[in-house]
């Protein structure tokens, strides 16, 4: 695994205040989020503040990541960059849910 590339400013360095990104599922903290122009992973401007667990990826190897796989095959991400993935993401089916 020579391939650990990982920008650690862009790591949470806690585990309150996250945000996903809604398209690629990439998490960082919300301070970071407001720090930056665009998810650092898909360049989308989204965000959700609701997911449920993560996941670290810390190489893009095909064949070294098990967690690189199963994210492109089973959760709909499109990891482009090591760091911190929500597993799913939680979406309203609209605003009666909050009443």
């Known amino acids: 695994m020579d391939d650990l590339d990982v920008d650690f400013n862009m ?10 990104c809604s398209k690629c599922h990439y998490v960082m ?14 360049k989308e401007e989204r965000d959700t503040l609701r997911f449920q667990g993560a996941v670290a990826l810390l190489t893009m190897n095909d064949k070294d990541s098990y967690i690189l796989r199963l994210l ?8 482009r960059i090591p760091g911190i993935y929500a ?12 009443e």
């Open 72 to 79: 492109r095959a089973n959760y709909n991400a499109e990891p």
């Open 29 to 42: 903290e919300n301070r970071q989020w407001r720090s930056i122009d665009g998810c650092p992973n898909c």
């Open 87 to 98: 597993i799913t993401l939680v979406r309203r089916a609209s605003a009666e849910e909050d």
């Open 11 to 20: 790591i949470p360095e806690d585990a309150k205040n996250l945000s996903a």
